[in-house]
């Protein structure tokens, strides 16, 4: 296990999951799933996402940034769920909330690259992530391109803590087994990723 890297298996309940579940249900109506793209290419992600939170993440022709309202719709993130806020406040060790909830959509041959969480200003703030629906293979290598990887399931209910040395290695979703879970009507991943974006 790579250090800082505390993995939680099953911390949410089934009743918790539904309930996240139904609250995404609502902020998706307010800020609807899009498409980003890569700044360069203009390549779209196979990912859909949106925001929760007083800033979202977005990726598009100017850039990875973090910004206060819905590229499409211009207006402000849903707030960050109740519960999402106390798993926070219990398991990541930061004294301060965090201003953004990623909402990642897998479906069908979804993935996600190698990458690192660098658009933050504090990285002592651990990154949060909490995993919903289908098992997906995560990989996670060092603070470089390139070198040793491993990987890990995450099921659905499974909180994965970022920090310390951890908070800044490479990581991403090889594949999703689709059909390893019932938690979403029509199959699929969400994947919430907690962040806090600037100094207290």
């Known amino acids: 296990m790579t250090p800082g890297l505390r993995y939680l298996p099953g911390h949410l309940?089934?009743?918790?999951?539904?309930?996240?579940?139904?609250?995404?249900?609502?902020?998706?109506?307010?800020?609807?799933?899009?498409?980003?793209?890569?700044?360069?290419?203009?390549?779209?992600?196979?990912?859909?996402?949106?925001?929760?939170?007083?800033?979202?993440?977005?990726?598009?022709?100017?850039g990875y940034r973090y910004q206060p309202l819905h590229p499409d719709t211009g207006q402000p993130w849903p707030a960050i769920p109740g519960v999402l806020l106390a798993?926070?406040?219990?398991?990541s060790g930061y004294s301060h909330d965090p201003e953004a909830c990623l909402v990642n959509f897998y479906s069908g041959g979804a993935r996600m690259g190698l990458h690192r969480d660098e658009d933050e200003d504090d990285f002592t703030a651990p990154v949060l992530s909490v995993s919903l629906g289908d098992t997906a293979i995560f990989r996670i290598g060092g603070p470089e391109r390139g070198g040793k990887t491993g990987t890990l399931k995450l099921n659905s209910g499974d909180v994965l803590v970022m920090g310390g040395p951890s908070r800044l290695c490479y990581h991403g979703i090889d594949r999703v087994l689709t059909g390893t879970s019932t938690l979403l009507k029509d199959g699929g991943r969400i994947n919430l990723t907690l962040r806090r974006v600037t100094k207290p």
């Open 13 to 62: 309940a089934l009743p918790e999951q539904r309930q996240l579940v139904e609250d995404l249900r609502l902020a998706v109506a307010a800020a609807p799933l899009f498409t980003p793209v890569m700044p360069r290419t203009g390549r779209p992600f196979s990912v859909r996402m949106t925001n929760l939170g007083s800033l979202g993440w977005v990726s598009d022709r100017a």
């Open 87 to 91: 798993l926070w406040r219990t398991v």
